[in-house]
């Protein structure tokens, strides 16, 4: 009911009906309602146009006008005649509404993309990003590739290229363990255990470590596991060098390195 | 044949026969019905010597020999003894891989191989004697812990290992994006290239010293440091690193008790 009294009054409100203390009621009615000030002063402005446009009653001679369209279009119908004044008037173009909405999403994509161009480089740093990740995932898969050629020049190559990655993901750690493990070679596992070394902070390199000293016959990878464990401070190593130092046939250097590697550990 | 797999077996046996002097050497000729450049020939002595000479033949000539001959033996009763010598050598060729395989065990046996100037080489003497290679252009890679190894008139790239033996590598040419290593234990190492090379050098002597007539240019690097307790910091880098001219492929040098020598062609 109130809400039908509010309809009229706006409509008097916008016919300047009401005098001004009404006027003022029924904009703040419509405030609370949640219809600003300022929307029913576009609601005036529109109205005014509109009176504007429509100057009253249509006169006869535009009647007689219209009629006599009318009958002139009922008459082309019948008879079948092709509407060649109004095309040659004004040209339309009749498009398939499918290929309009597709030329609408395409400009709304072109859109898209014009404006994540200009739009600074938040994107382009996200885009740059996904792009050195990827190349990055090529990277590993190559290195990774090249880890199990039979060639010992390319597992070097690839010992190597590990060293130009910041940060070695758990892949990567596990292959270079597994070359200083088994490689056939031991300039390779020697190579290894130099690019492993980087990464010595990551408790799975150490675990690594530890575990690799008994599987090592090599006097140079012995001593420098001694060395490493020794600047770690790793004590969990000082067992595994006591059980190498078990070996009578042990190298001597080898023998005087583990034994002050355990003095210092233990 | 599905597979090109040929087997070349020859075995020597001396037999009964009562000969004066016991054949003590064996030849093996290998045919390679691979003629591309890209040939390996990997061969593991268990107890004796590896000679490797590039030549200009197409086959491989191997010549396997007893180091210490057996002479005949007088058991007593006017009986001799006859030694059962024998020399159990086998070389299989699959595409353009030669395997050799030496299965006379406990005996030193030494051989001396002709081989087609460009092949690749896997070296191994696990006893008793050292490693030569001659004139031959590919990859090389060399492990022989108790004795020498000697490369000569090379090309290409190497990557040797010895525990206690010396590591003298002479090269004509090196292969421009190939890294290399020289590591011995107790031996001294000396290597010599070409002037023109350009590398990277890794070199460290732990007690011996490092010589060279090269221009190195020292590199600074990143040292890397372990952090350990959050609190005490250590530096695990102890490497002389340089550039020879513009700086290239790693060579990794490196002994322990011995000198270490680069030299220039």
């Known amino acids: 009911m109130k809400r039908r009294k509010l309809k009229e009054k706006?409509?008097?409100?916008?016919?300047?009906?009401?005098?001004?203390?009404?006027?003022?009621?029924?904009?703040?009615?419509?405030?609370?309602?949640?219809?600003?000030?300022?929307e029913v002063d576009s609601l005036h402005n529109i109205k005014n146009n509109l009176d504007k446009v429509f100057p009253g009653e249509p006169t006869?001679?535009?009647?007689?006008?219209?009629?006599?369209?009318l009958e002139d279009e009922k008459r082309k119908l019948l008879l079948g005649e092709p509407d060649f004044g109004t095309t040659a008037n004004t040209p339309r173009f009749t498009l398939n509404p499918w290929i309009s909405i597709a030329a609408g999403i395409t400009l709304f994509i072109l859109g898209w993309f014009t404006s994540a161009w200009f739009s600074g480089t938040s994107n382009g740093d996200v885009q740059l990003a996904n792009l050195s990740g990827e190349v990055k995932d090529l990277k590993e898969t190559?290195?990774?590739?090249?880890?199990?050629?039979?060639?010992?020049?390319?597992?070097?190559k690839a010992v190597n290229m590990v060293s130009e990655f910041e940060q070695a993901n758990s892949r990567v750690i596990e292959s270079l363990l597994?070359?200083?493990?088994?490689?056939?070679?031991?300039?390779?596992?020697?190579?290894?255990?130099?690019?492993?070394i980087r990464y010595a902070d990551n408790p799975e390199v150490r675990e690594g470590l530890i575990a690799s000293?008994?599987?090592?016959?090599?006097?140079?990878?012995?001593?420098?596991?001694?060395?490493?464990?020794?600047?770690?401070?790793?004590?969990?190593?000082?067992?595994?060098?006591?059980?190498?130092?078990?070996?009578?046939?042990?190298?001597?250097?080898?023998?005087?390195?583990?034994?002050?590697?355990?003095?210092?550990?233990? | 044949m599905s597979m090109f797999k040929k087997i070349i077996t020859a075995v020597l046996l001396s037999s009964g026969i009562i000969i004066q002097t016991f054949c003590q050497s064996?030849?093996?000729?290998?045919?390679?019905?691979?003629?591309?450049?890209n040939r390996l020939l990997a061969f593991e002595n268990p107890k004796g010597s590896i000679k490797i000479t590039g030549y200009d033949g197409s086959v491989i000539v191997v010549t396997a020999s007893l180091r210490f001959p057996e002479t005949e033996k007088i058991a007593g009763n006017g009986l001799r003894k006859i030694e059962q010598n024998s020399l159990d050598i086998e070389a299989e060729v699959n595409g353009n891989n030669v395997t050799l395989t030496c299965r006379t065990t406990g005996k030193t046996v030494d051989f001396d191989i002709k081989i087609p100037g460009n092949f690749s080489l896997k070296l191994k003497s696990l006893d008793n004697g050292k490693v030569d290679v001659i004139n031959v252009s590919g990859e090389i890679e060399i492990e022989n812990g108790n004795g020498n190894i000697?490369?000569?008139n090379v090309s290409g790239s190497a990557i040797l290992s010895s525990i206690y033996g010396n590591i003298n590598a002479v090269f004509r040419e090196v292969?421009?994006?190939?890294?290399?290593?020289?590591?011995?234990?107790?031996?001294?190492?000396?290597?010599?290239?070409?002037?023109?090379?350009?590398?990277?050098?890794?070199?460290?002597?732990?007690k011996g010293e490092i010589l060279t007539d090269f221009n190195i240019k020292p590199i600074k690097r990143q040292p890397v440091v372990t952090n350990v307790d959050q609190s005490k910091v250590y530096s695990l880098e102890n490497w002389v690193v340089g550039s020879i001219n513009e700086g290239g492929p790693e060579y990794v040098i490196k002994s322990y008790n011995g000198n270490v020598t680069l030299k220039k062609k």
């Open chain 1, 60 to 69: 006869k001679r535009m009647d007689r006008r219209f009629y006599a369209m």
């Open chain 1, 142 to 156: 190559l290195v990774l590739t090249m880890m199990k050629q039979t060639s010992a020049v390319e597992r070097i």
């Open chain 1, 10 to 38: 706006i409509y008097d409100l916008l016919n300047h009906k009401q005098n001004r203390n009404e006027e003022e009621e029924v904009i703040n009615e419509l405030g609370i309602s949640g219809i600003s000030k300022e």
């Open chain 2, 175 to 206: 292969k421009h994006d190939s890294p290399m290593i020289f590591t011995s234990f107790e031996g001294d190492i000396t290597i010599t290239l070409p002037e023109t090379i350009n590398a990277r050098l890794k070199i460290k002597s732990e």
């Open chain 2, 150 to 152: 000697s490369l000569e």
């Open chain 2, 26 to 37: 064996e030849q093996l000729i290998v045919n390679l019905s691979d003629q591309s450049s």
């Open chain 1, 178 to 196: 597994r070359i200083l493990n088994t490689d056939s070679n031991e300039n390779v596992r020697l190579l290894s255990l130099e690019a492993l």
């Open chain 1, 213 to 266: 000293i008994l599987n090592q016959t090599s006097p140079m990878i012995q001593i420098r596991l001694a060395e490493v464990m020794v600047a770690l401070n790793e004590k969990r190593a000082a067992t595994e060098f006591q059980k190498i130092l078990e070996d009578a046939n042990l190298n001597y250097s080898v023998r005087s390195k583990m034994n002050s590697a355990v003095v210092t550990l233990l």
